[in-house]
């Protein structure tokens, strides 16, 4: 992982970037000059537009607003994700144990479930809350963000304590496998030199299991191996996303 500095120079966040910046191990700074010397460091900013990510592929942020065509409720029936967690006869409430930037917990939210999202990284997740405050003021997001709710921290106790309080836990951790896969897309490959691969991935499939949800919900590259090599119940598979599922047996 590349080293990061995080910069605030809008005062509103700074709480956030020093808890972020103590997270991180990351250098704090309230402002970058011509004379800084970044090298190919990545800047994470906290500044008068929200928060960015800066680095040698160019600059990224969260972006719910540019999902909404996606996000129509005629479209809902036929996302993948939404087909796999759906659970007859209830509304599930869902653990995305790896959220990322945010999207799969989006679908799922406009798709009417309420979604518990756990994100280790601090940086991805400053960039996701980011994601979320400005949805709060879109009127077309709005009312799907309410149904989200983010926790940054390592999801494998949350998973291993939570009791059954989850219907669904939903899993796509970053894999070695798909550092250069084209399921990458191109503004994300910066967040590449931000989150580590997942080296233990038995140990946080075993973790989602002992949550006793109805299903365990896999996210992989149609052609990856099955997360730890376990074998799902099911998959669902489009062109280049399949979703692997396990079912509790004792329900």
């Known amino acids: 992982m590349k080293e990061t500095v995080v910069v605030c120079d809008n005062s509103e966040y700074l709480t956030?970037?020093?808890a972020c910046a103590e997270k991180a191990g990351a250098k704090l700074m309230t402002h970058i000059d011509a004379k800084s010397d970044m090298g190919d460091k990545l800047i994470l900013r906290f500044g008068p537009d929200g928060v960015t990510l800066t680095g040698a592929g160019g600059t990224m942020r969260g972006d719910f607003a540019s999902m909404l065509p996606r996000l129509k409720t005629?479209?809902?029936?036929?996302?993948?994700?939404?087909?796999?967690v759906r659970i007859k006869g209830c509304i599930p409430k869902v653990m995305d144990a790896t959220a990322g930037m945010g999207e799969d917990s989006l679908i799922l939210a406009a798709a009417g479930f309420d979604v518990t999202m756990y994100e280790y990284n601090p940086i991805i997740a400053a960039?996701?809350?980011?994601?979320?405050?400005?949805?709060?003021?879109?009127?077309?997001l709005c009312n799907i963000v309410s149904r989200m709710h983010l926790n940054c921290a390592d999801s494998t106790e949350a998973m291993k304590n939570s009791g059954g309080a989850y219907d669904v836990i939903l899993l796509d951790?970053?894999?070695?496998?798909?550092?250069?896969?084209?399921?990458?897309?191109?503004?994300?490959?910066?967040?590449?030199?931000?989150?580590?691969?997942?080296?233990?991935?038995r140990e946080l499939l075993e973790a989602a299991l002992m949550a006793k949800a109805k299903k365990t919900v896999i996210k992989r590259p149609v052609k990856g191996a099955y997360l730890a090599g376990i074998k799902p119940d099911y998959s669902l598979a489009g062109k280049v996303i399949r979703f692997d599922v396990i079912s509790r047996k004792d329900i």
């Open 16 to 18: 956030q970037a020093v």
């Open 74 to 84: 005629g479209n809902m029936q036929h996302e993948l994700l939404v087909k796999a």
């Open 127 to 140: 960039l996701l809350a980011d994601a979320m405050k400005r949805a709060v003021n879109d009127t077309q």
């Open 173 to 201: 951790p970053m894999f070695p496998d798909r550092k250069k896969s084209a399921l990458v897309k191109k503004k994300f490959q910066i967040l590449h030199d931000v989150e580590r691969p997942c080296l233990h991935e």
